[in-house]
């Protein structure tokens, strides 16, 4: 497979009027074009610094990144949700999976048509003329996900889009994020510190020491694809989520 992203040594160090953080040290890892890789590690390890990193959105202290051969830097291939679905309450739903073709310039009636495909595929169909309060936590994180399609982005920067959900809505979130990335051949990072979520979701788990963030391994996970809820009955899944936790108890 052809690699996408690669980060070589990267570190990052914030100078602040408190002193010098050093939020990531010596940071190396690479992700395979259709790959979902999981950046795994307790809070304030850097995993979310390195995915703005990875995102144009902040440059490295030291080292260097590459996607799809390219400087990182925001563009209309990469797509960047976050833990919070940030609609605007005043746009009705599908207005709110429009704003990247407002912001990107894009043919408003291709935009329109494949916004409403999107919602489709989110599970979202007949809710475009509703406004984001009508909408529970879940579904306002699948209308996120459906912005996030709209400008068809080859990579996906996941930033704990779920993590503030319940367990059974973040749980069927995960499984429907691995089945539109592969329906779509995304390339996915998704930053977490749940073990189970990782395993349940990802190819390939990196998983990150306490700060300053480093890599302590890569874990795979080689669990046929479509994953469904049965896949947590599986003895390879915890096979992995014990490898893992072994290896956060190792390093932290």
């Known amino acids: 497979m052809t690699k996408i992203i690669e980060a070589a040594e990267v570190s990052k160090v914030f100078e602040g009027a408190r002193g010098r953080v050093v939020a990531l040290e010596d940071i190396s890892v690479s992700v395979e074009r259709g790959e979902i890789m999981a950046f795994l590690g307790p809070s304030g390890c850097g995993k979310s610094t390195l995915l703005?990193?990875?995102?144009?959105?902040?440059?490295?202290?030291?080292?260097?990144?590459?996607?799809?051969?390219?400087?990182?830097?925001?563009?209309?291939?990469?797509?960047?949700?976050?833990?919070?679905?940030?609609?605007?309450?005043?746009?009705?739903?599908?207005?709110?999976?429009?704003?990247?073709?407002?912001?990107?310039?894009?043919?408003?009636?291709?935009?329109?048509?494949?916004?409403?495909?999107?919602l489709d595929l989110v599970?979202?169909?007949?809710?475009?003329?509703?406004?984001?309060?009508?909408?529970?936590?879940?579904?306002?994180?699948?209308?996120?996900?459906?912005?996030?399609?709209?400008p068809d982005p080859d990579v996906l920067l996941l930033d704990e889009p779920f993590g503030a959900l319940d367990e059974m809505t973040r749980e069927s979130l995960d499984l429907e994020l691995a089945r539109i990335a592969r329906l779509t051949h995304k390339t996915v990072i998704f930053v977490t510190h749940n073990v189970y979520e990782a395993v349940l979701i990802s190819d390939k788990i990196c998983v990150f020491t306490p700060r300053p963030g480093r890599v302590a391994g890569i874990v795979e996970v080689p669990i046929e694809r479509p994953r469904s809820v049965e896949s947590l009955k599986h003895d390879t899944f915890s096979r992995k989520v014990q490898e893992v936790r072994d290896m956060i108890t190792t390093v932290g």
């Open 52 to 118: 703005d990193i990875l995102a144009g959105l902040t440059a490295p202290t030291t080292g260097s990144v590459l996607i799809e051969s390219e400087p990182p830097r925001p563009r209309q291939e990469i797509g960047l949700m976050f833990q919070k679905s940030l609609l605007f309450p005043w746009r009705n739903v599908l207005d709110n999976v429009l704003l990247p073709a407002d912001v990107l310039g894009l043919d408003k009636e291709v935009a329109t048509e494949r916004a409403a495909e999107l």
């Open 123 to 150: 599970g979202l169909g007949g809710w475009g003329g509703h406004r984001p309060s009508e909408l529970s936590g879940g579904m306002q994180q699948r209308v996120a996900l459906a912005r996030v399609l709209l």
